[in-house]
T-cell receptor
């Protein structure tokens, strides 16, 4: 099992550009989530999904879109990147439909917006 | 509002010494509490969790944590630290079924 994979590992964007961060898991987990990690602030939940076709907002959803067309994939879209979105992004997944089972995290994507 | 506070940004301990990392939470209902560890350049890994029952919970890698409702605390402990424990440690509280709030983290340095 590859676990949770994220691509790319690093990305530099200019303000206003769009991009998609990819996340995939091969554990057949129902719950998937996206976090951003900023210095001194820990991780903050952006969006989550409890199954294919179901997504919802977390603590900091503005500027991000998600979709969940399959169990395996949960891409995060930045429609118009802003410098405030410079961060490290983590995708996670867990069995069941909530955060109470162990969340398995991907290795992260480091995004810089100039 | 639900929140998690980790008062110590950075802690340095000698190898073989004991460790306690502090965590305080603010949450109206019965909290679901977690400790995660992040090694440099890696994602997070679950160390342990508390939902109910025995207030002293055991985790992986020799860690344990104690839930104290009266103090709104969930401190992480280890009797003897190894150099490989150097990492960043995050306390978190579950909010409802699908949300989780993390503390800002405590970075642990282990001196030889």
């Amino acid at each position: 099992n590859a676990g949770v994979t994220q691509t790319p590992k690093f990305q530099v964007l200019k303000t206003g550009q769009s991009m998609t961060l990819q996340c995939a898991q091969d554990m057949n987990h129902e719950y998937m989530s996206w976090y951003r990690q900023d210095p001194g602030m820990g991780l903050r939940l952006i969006h989550y999904s409890v199954g294919a076709g179901i997504t919802d907002q977390g603590e900091v959803p503005n500027g991000y879109n998600v979709s969940r067309s399959t169990t395996e994939d949960f891409p995060l879209r930045l429609l118009s990147a802003a410098p405030s979105q410079t961060s490290v992004y983590f995708c996670a997944s867990s069995a069941g439909q909530g955060v109470y089972n162990e969340q398995f995290f991907g290795p992260g994507t480091r995004l810089t917006v100039l | 509002a639900q929140s998690v506070t980790q008062p110590d940004i950075h802690i340095t301990v000698s190898e073989g010494a004991s460790l306690e990392l502090r965590c305080n939470y603010s949450y109206g209902a019965t909290p679901y509490l977690f400790w995660y560890v992040q090694s440099p350049g890696q994602g997070l890994q679950l160390l342990l969790k508390y939902f109910s029952g025995d207030t002293l919970v055991q985790g992986i890698k020799g860690f344990e944590a104690e839930f104290k409702r009266s103090q709104s605390s969930f401190n992480l402990r280890k009797p003897s630290v190894h150099w490989s424990d150097a990492a960043e440690y995050f306390c978190a509280v579950g909010v409802g079924n699908n949300d989780m709030r993390f503390g800002a983290g405590t970075r642990l340095t282990v001196k030889p």
